[in-house]
């Protein structure tokens, strides 16, 4: 499982010397599921050791990504960047910019999109013709489970003030 610390707002240029790149199919058999949990950490120990068990009795354990703050999630996922994740898995591009040009936007907004998004290992590249990256995302799937807790020390001996 992944801890994701990321601002996955960040406007920065992203550098293509650091992008992930995609692994040959010999390389790695991917899941066909990657699950993005917020589970706080001891919830996220548990579930390293709940998949640990499913890979010892020979059962397929998806990829996992844990935001233990829920808001960095959301800041993740914004609509454009889901939208960009269903055309990549729908119809993989050839291309950053012909992903731009399906999604009607910039080439900038999109690389910086993209590679947001491969910074956290939810997409990669493949190699194109020329100096190319084809975006691509393994996965048949993305579950995303949001789990939020009361605090039960603050919540403790207080009542409820009615307005």
Known sequence: MTNANTDADSNDEHNHKHCVPHPTDEDVE??????????????????????????????EVSHTINFQDPSELHKLFTER????????????????????DRLDRGVSEVHNDVYVLNDLGILYFEDGPGRRKRPRVPYERIHVEIELESDSESDAGTDPVSA
């Open 30 to 59: 991917y899941p066909t599921e990657l699950r993005i949990t917020t589970y706080s950490n001891e919830r996220a120990q548990k579930a390293i050791l709940d998949r640990v068990d499913q890979w010892e009795a020979g059962e």
């Open 81 to 100: 960047r889901l939208d960009l994740l269903r055309k990549v898995m729908t119809d993989p591009p050839d291309s950053i910019r012909a992903l731009a």
